[in-house]
């Protein structure tokens, strides 16, 4: 299984990004996928998901700014993390992950493969 995520980079605060993350490899037909965020000193936060079904979990800090969706094309997915109204608190660096569908669900608390992760730095 391989996540590579792209599209991370250096904004002004009220500017948009958009982050995406390559999943190969990852064969399951139930799936949790989701965008990680950690801020220097802070710990790793959620910040949206997604699983089979296409039903989306966000952060509350993020709710009606940030949007993720997923396309599929054969064995790869691309799983992306529409970012907009950044602000200061929005920097970090983003990591995309997968696992099985009962971390969506709640009865997992840890996802399987993570991506090595993008950095955004929102500045005044």
């Known amino acids: 299984v391989e996540l590579v995520e792209s599209g991370g980079g250096s904004v002004q605060a009220g500017e948009s990004l958009r982050l995406s993350c390559s999943v190969s490899?990852?064969?399951?037909?139930?799936?949790?996928m989701g965008w990680f965020r950690q801020a220097p000193g802070k710990e790793r936060e959620e910040v949206a998901t997604?699983?089979?079904?296409?039903?989306?979990?966000?952060a509350h800090s993020v709710q009606g700014r940030f949007t993720i969706s997923l396309s599929q094309d054969n064995a790869k997915n691309t799983l992306d993390l529409q970012m907009n109204s950044l602000n200061l608190e929005d920097s970090g660096m983003y990591y995309c992950a997968v696992g099985p569908s009962m971390y969506c669900s709640g009865d997992r608390d840890v996802m399987d493969y993570w991506g090595q992760g993008t950095q955004v730095t929102v500045s005044s």
């Open positions: 997604i699983d089979e079904h296409g039903r989306t979990k966000y």
């Open positions: 490899g990852y064969t399951f037909a139930l799936y949790c």
